[in-house]
């Protein structure tokens, strides 16, 4: 895109490997196709998958000669596809804080930034858990530039996503770039379970320059199954959150809500009840966590206001 737009210019096989669509111009249409194929939507380009320098080679009769072929993979504009090069993962996935999943309803996993920076483009695999978690959506932060294009595709148990844009997105540390709306299957069980981040994923600067050690945060996921007590309806919810029991809890039980960086925001004297509702009208538009603690109850979910 960059190219297209004067922006940066292209020169020699990463000209050639950027002309994906076999048109005979480097326009968006490139900048899609490299997107959908790196999201698994396309397996193929219509200019095939490799291009070469091409020359000119003399050669005598009896005569050996040793030549070298440059190639690159087509769409591989920046160069990158060289294993042995990169030392380091240019994207760090780091587990920050613990997340509630019920295994009724669906629920979004924020996605957070670890880092400063300007960004050009983003390319991110995770894997998810074998059949623990079934991907339903994802959403891209309201601060992403609106001129940014996201292309995403869910594939056999991944999520590959290419973020893209001709102007910076500003990320600062705890930003939410993405929301991962999930949810889980009928008859799990328990437990707890990581998201595992694709070697194929990097951040890049506006230039194309990768962000050496970007990081992402996303937090521990607990599955927590129908018949652990505790069950919030609608989620995310607006200005009330319904809560049901399996069991009427002790009267001496207290409710507590904390923020997404574990702040308590309400302590409350626990209704003898086994169902009732909770005002949500003092509380901001962001991701909260209940916990019901009583003699025999330790009760813990999550729930998004909206």
């Known amino acids: 895109m960059q190219h297209f737009t004067g922006m940066y210019y292209l020169s020699g096989l990463k000209l050639k490997a950027a002309e994906v669509d076999n048109s005979g111009f480097i326009n968006a249409t490139d900048a899609l196709f490299t997107a959908r194929r790196f999201v698994g939507m396309v397996n193929s380009f219509p200019s095939g998958d490799w291009t070469f320098n091409t020359s000119d080679i003399n050669i005598t009769q009896n005569e050996v000669v040793t030549h070298d072929f440059n190639g690159l993979c087509v769409g591989d504009v920046d160069g990158s596809f060289i294993p042995a090069a990169r030392q380091s993962p240019e994207l760090i996935l780091e587990t920050s804080g613990e997340q509630i999943i019920s295994a009724t309803g ?10 400063d920076a300007s960004v050009g483009s983003l390319s991110l695999v995770l894997n998810l858990p074998d059949n623990q978690l079934i991907p339903l959506e994802i959403r891209i932060s309201e601060k992403a530039p609106a001129q940014g294009n996201l292309v995403y595709h869910f ?10 844009s001709v102007g910076p997105w500003v990320i600062s540390q705890e930003d939410v770039l993405f929301r991962l709306k999930v949810s889980v299957p009928e008859n799990i069980s328990s437990g707890s379970v990581s998201l595992i981040l694709g070697e194929e994923s990097g951040v890049t600067d506006l230039a ?11 937090p521990l996921l607990k599955i927590q199954d129908a ?10 919810a607006r200005t009330r959150l319904n809560v ?3 069991e009427t809890p002790s009267n001496n039980s207290v409710l507590e809500i904390y923020d997404i960086t574990g702040r308590l925001q309400t302590r409350i004297a626990f209704p003898w009840q086994m169902q009732f509702g909770l005002d949500l009208s003092g509380l901001a538009k962001g991701m909260y966590f209940l916990r019901l603690l009583g003699d025999k109850q330790d009760y813990r979910t999550s ?4």
């Open 303 to 306: 729930f998004r206001v909206e």
């Open 155 to 164: 594939l056999d148990g991944q999520l590959r996503l290419a973020w893209y």
């Open 227 to 236: 018949a652990s007590g505790i069950r919030v309806f609608p989620n995310p």
């Open 208 to 218: 194309g320059c990768p962000i050496g050690s970007a990081v992402i945060r996303v």
């Open 244 to 246: 049901e029991l399996a």
């Open 106 to 115: 669906t629920t979004e996993i924020p996605l957070r930034s670890g880092f």
